[in-house]
């Protein structure tokens, strides 16, 4: 039997419109102060001052700081989930192009968002925050999969999903040491990434995928 989800948060999800925007500020907010500060520096009371609203107002629907950066990282998530999906034009006629251009738009929300890289990769990062970005990874690794198969031909390639998630992880190895040297992710870094991550994938898919007939751009 398979068991459920564990929650990873215990923030409280609001479910008037009213509460919505306010929780949609104060991520704002946590995202502002986390581009200026450390994780272990934002305090709620940070947070409240910078909202200008009261304390408890804080507490109704975030009972901790972990609360609040859970559900900051299910956010940056959910955003680069639909980056994830956006239009390449011209379309890659090469998998190898097709991950580079990829990590690249990825690259490019992650060092536009300092809030995220923190979160992501600072040394301070919670094991639910982890936990969150690895299912999240794993939801990349499947979008990435349809996404060949849609470009691709992929017969035979029955494990590409586990592939691709474990080239995201190569990935992010690499972004890591870029992120603790350079406070970002460079283009030097962004290069090696990529070279590991089709070093790795070569293992298992050949050097050409023919385009799927029925792919439209």
Request: charged share 25%.
């Given at each position: 039997?398979?068991?459920?989800?564990?929650k990873?948060?215990?923030a409280?999800?609001p479910?008037?419109?009213?509460?919505?925007?306010?929780?949609r500020?104060?991520?704002?907010?946590t995202?502002?102060l986390?581009?200026?500060?450390?994780?272990?520096?934002v305090?709620l009371?940070m947070?409240a001052?910078?909202a200008?609203?009261?304390?408890?107002?804080?507490?109704?629907?975030?009972?901790?700081?972990?609360?609040?950066?859970v559900?900051?990282?299910?956010?940056?998530h959910?955003?680069?989930?639909e980056?994830?999906?956006s239009?390449?034009?011209?379309p890659?006629?090469?998998?190898q192009?097709?991950?580079?251009?990829r990590q690249?738009?990825?690259?490019d929300?992650?060092?536009?968002?300092?809030?995220?890289?923190?979160?992501?990769?600072?040394?301070?990062?919670?094991?639910e925050?982890r936990t969150?970005?690895?299912?999240?990874?794993?939801?990349?690794?499947?979008?990435?999969?349809?996404e060949?198969?849609?470009?691709?031909?992929?017969?035979?390639?029955?494990?590409?999903?586990d592939?691709?998630?474990?080239?995201?992880?190569?990935?992010?190895g690499?972004w890591?040491i870029?992120?603790?040297e350079?406070?970002?992710?460079t283009?030097?870094?962004?290069?090696?990434?990529?070279r590991a991550?089709v070093?790795?994938?070569?293992?298992y898919l050949?050097?050409?995928?023919?385009?799927?007939p029925?792919f439209?751009?």
């Open positions: 039997m398979t068991k459920p989800a564990q990873l948060s215990s409280r999800q479910q008037r419109t009213r509460g919505k925007e306010r929780v500020h104060l991520l704002d907010v995202e502002d986390l581009a200026e500060h450390t994780d272990t520096e305090t009371a947070i001052e910078r200008e609203v009261p304390l408890p107002s804080v507490y109704h629907f975030f009972p901790n700081r972990n609360a609040i950066y559900e900051l990282a299910r956010r940056f959910q955003e680069l989930a980056l994830s999906g239009h390449i034009a011209p890659p006629d090469r998998w192009t097709l991950l580079l251009t690249s738009r990825g690259r929300y992650l060092n536009g968002r300092p809030a995220a890289l923190r979160l992501f990769m600072g040394a301070g990062v919670s094991a925050v969150l970005d690895l299912r999240g990874n794993s939801s990349l690794a499947r979008v990435r999969a349809e060949f198969r849609r470009r691709f031909i992929c017969t035979g390639l029955d494990r590409l999903e592939w691709l998630a474990v080239s995201i992880g190569v990935m992010d690499v890591m870029s992120y603790a350079h406070g970002r992710i283009d030097h870094y962004l290069q090696e990434a990529w991550s070093a790795y994938l070569r293992i050949p050097e050409e995928l023919l385009p799927h029925e439209s751009s």
